[in-house]
């Protein structure tokens, strides 16, 4: 069977739309405790329950201008940058990995990064009903496909342990949390699926990032050095561009000695 050119990619972008808004209603809803099945999406002012063609990613915001149908209230322009996002990003991995089953694993991957980045960036909690059974799915993935199975449990051990290493040590010193544990079960997870070396680029990736991050907050005055960063934000970017070119970064680092 053979499909147009451009068919795959344009498949890849719906499916990203469809998936990003199912990321939306796990953003919202996760945080609070909620199903993320049921009951349907209702507008938060007047509780008008969202028809499916108030429910098509990107369009129906525009279509409705950003407001609910029966009460006019403002809809969060998150949704739809939420749905392009995960579109955009379905779109780069199929461009990065092909059709080969770690894009799958990858994607899935990605999906749980890019919730644990809005959630983390609007609540400042990693919850544990993504990132706990991310370190079991990614182990698993990893008996079949790259990273490998040892690997991936010295991803999970060195992810785990470095943090909270870090987090002990930040605490006996200056006798405040540093971060709290979800940040350590979420690279726990980043070195399920990835395995210890890219654990160890997503760490540094990271820091880099959380460094620049915080000079400019501080510079604007958004912040001052006692700030809590949302570092799973950091650590979700970071775990994204060390799942897509970690392995070319490695080997052009590497390569300089
Ligand atoms: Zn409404």
Redesign the pocket.
């Known amino acids: 069977m053979s499909f147009p050119p451009g068919f795959a990619p344009l498949a890849m972008v719906l499916c990203g739309l469809c998936v990003g808004s199912f990321l939306n209603v796990c953003i919202h809803r996760l945080p609070l405790k909620q199903s993320v099945v049921w009951p349907a999406s209702r ?6 329950e969202l028809a499916w063609f108030d429910n098509i990613p990107i369009a129906s915001y525009l279509v409705l201008r950003g407001r ?6 403002p809809i969060s322009v998150r949704y739809p940058i939420v749905e392009a996002l995960t579109a955009a990003i379905f779109l780069w991995h199929w461009m990065v990995f092909g059709p080969t089953p770690l894009l799958f694993v990858r994607l899935a991957f990605a999906c749980a990064l890019i919730a644990l980045f809005a959630i983390d960036l609007d609540h400042q909690i990693l919850p544990d009903v993504i990132t706990l059974p991310g370190i079991g799915v990614g182990f698993l993935c990893s008996v079949f496909f790259p990273p490998g199975p040892i690997m991936s449990l010295a991803g999970i051990a060195l992810g785990g342990g470095l943090l909270w290493a870090i987090a002990e040590a930040w605490f006996r010193l200056r006798k405040v949390e540093a971060m709290g544990f979800g940040d350590v079960k979420m690279l726990a997870m980043v070195g399920a699926f990835l395995g210890v070396k890219l654990v160890v680029v997503t760490f540094v990736i990271s820091s880099m990032i959380g460094g620049v991050v915080g000079v400019l907050l501080v510079a604007t005055r958004r912040a001052d050095m006692a700030t809590r960063v949302p570092f799973g934000t950091m650590l979700a970017v970071a775990a994204l561009i060390a799942s897509l070119y970690g392995d070319s970064l490695l080997t052009w680092y590497l390569g300089r000695f």
């Open positions: 507008c938060p002012g007047c509780g008008h609910c149908r029966s009460c006019r209230l």
